[in-house]
């Protein structure tokens, strides 16, 4: 059994790295002893194990990578093949797609408290660590997709720095000035919200990423969704048609009995399913006020986690929806409710209204820290900010 996991682990990393590290990678204190990638399917997490293993100064003998989608891996625990790898004194295990394996938390806490091996483990963005022992062990780290700065140094080969959303608000003006001083930002955003968003564009024309981000949804809807969420295999055209029908639909506008009957499920039905999208990464679910972790209260806002979901799913692209799904998508790490003033309220704190050059002040008149988030300008004034700004967040 040992030999041929040991065999694909070689192969693995043998293989080429890219050389590009993405933000994230320079965050994870790689110093603990047990690390944890989340994040939706094709965002690069397993490339971030890739190089991490591949940068370590020890001996290829003393790594171990082990993907557990692998039919290989289906009659072995974690414990078995941690057992294995200690006796061969193996310093490092990486598991991959973790959430391929039942019971994983109380394996990875009984091989973290009785073995000295380092591991790194990744898997999908709806994964819970319910285990409060692990969670106090493993440092998890969530994965978003590529962020416009990121997509332009991958596409340019030029550095961009990256911003906080305080420096933002306070420098655009500045911001702006130096990047339109390298490239056209215009040029490449209207490109990065069409295929920009997943690493994998890299080795894709625009025809054949399509093919691959569809790929990516039935994988997460057809082999996640369904093992994490219990979802009776007959309803997967269900999901699909659930997603279609969101992104078809301006957000806000949906109606949850309506809805469920066009779908053909009951309205509980229909809520899982809505939340176990959002838990997928392929959906994000907005609230002007969420009570708690209530499943059943009605969203105020449905818009697709990211704007390359568009191109994939609707044959009626609604651009506002483009627009509004970027720039959440960009301020993932921060605090983001719906907002009855603008559209968004971030932290608290800062109000948003989203739209294009000729977005007027009218809806966030006199409204304090309000500010304009508008499309197909190079650079603002005062409460005015270019829409592909929000793209320097990471």
Do not use: W
């Amino acid at each position: 059994m040992f030999d041929r996991i040991k065999y694909y682990s070689l192969l693995f990393l043998s293989s080429n790295t890219p050389e590009y590290r993405r933000s994230v990678f320079n965050k994870i204190n790689f110093n603990e002893k047990m690390i944890g990638l989340k994040g939706a399917k094709g965002v690069g997490k397993t490339t971030i194990i890739h190089q991490y293993l591949n940068s370590l100064s020890i001996p290829l003998k003393e790594k171990l990578y082990i993907s557990l989608d692998n039919p290989i891996a289906e009659e072995y625990t974690l414990l078995d093949i941690a057992e294995e790898a200690h006796k061969r004194d193996i310093k490092i295990i990486a598991f991959d797609e973790i959430h391929y394996k039942n019971n994983f938390e109380k394996e990875l806490k009984t091989i973290y408290d009785f073995f000295d091996i380092k591991v790194i483990f990744s898997g999908s963005s709806a994964i819970a660590m319910s285990n409060t022992d692990l969670s106090r062990r493993a440092v998890i780290y969530d994965v978003p997709v590529l962020s416009f700065r990121e997509f332009l140094e991958l596409k340019t080969n030029e550095k961009f720095e990256s911003f906080s959303l305080k420096e933002l608000l306070e420098n655009h003006e500045e911001i702006a000035f130096n990047i339109i001083s390298k490239i056209k930002p215009l040029k490449y955003f209207e490109e990065y919200l069409t295929y920009g968003a997943y690493p994998f564009f890299l080795q894709s024309s625009e025809e054949s990423f399509v093919l691959k981000l569809i790929e990516v949804i039935n994988k997460t809807i057809e082999s996640d969704l369904l093992y994490l969420f219990n979802i009776d295999i007959k309803n997967i055209h269900i999901l699909k048609k659930l997603l279609v029908t969101l992104c078809e639909n301006p957000p806000g506008s949906f109606n949850v009995t309506a809805l469920s009957k066009e779908i053909g499920i009951n309205v509980r039905t229909l809520y899982n399913y809505i939340e176990a999208l959002h838990k997928g990464k392929l959906i994000h679910l907005l609230y002007y006020n969420k009570k708690g972790n209530a499943i059943f209260q009605k969203p105020d806002k449905i818009l697709l986690d990211n704007p390359n979901l568009f191109n994939a799913l609707c044959s009626k692209q609604n651009k506002g929806s483009i627009r509004e799904s970027f720039f959440i998508s960009q301020l993932n790490s921060y605090k983001i409710r719906y907002s009855k003033q603008g559209d968004y309220i971030i932290d608290d704190k800062f109000i948003f209204e989203i739209g294009g050059k000729n977005k007027t002040q009218k809806q966030i008149k006199d409204i304090e820290n309000a500010y304009l988030a508008v499309d197909d300008i190079e650079t603002g004034n005062e409460n005015k900010i270019p829409l592909y700004l929000f793209g320097f967040l990471y």
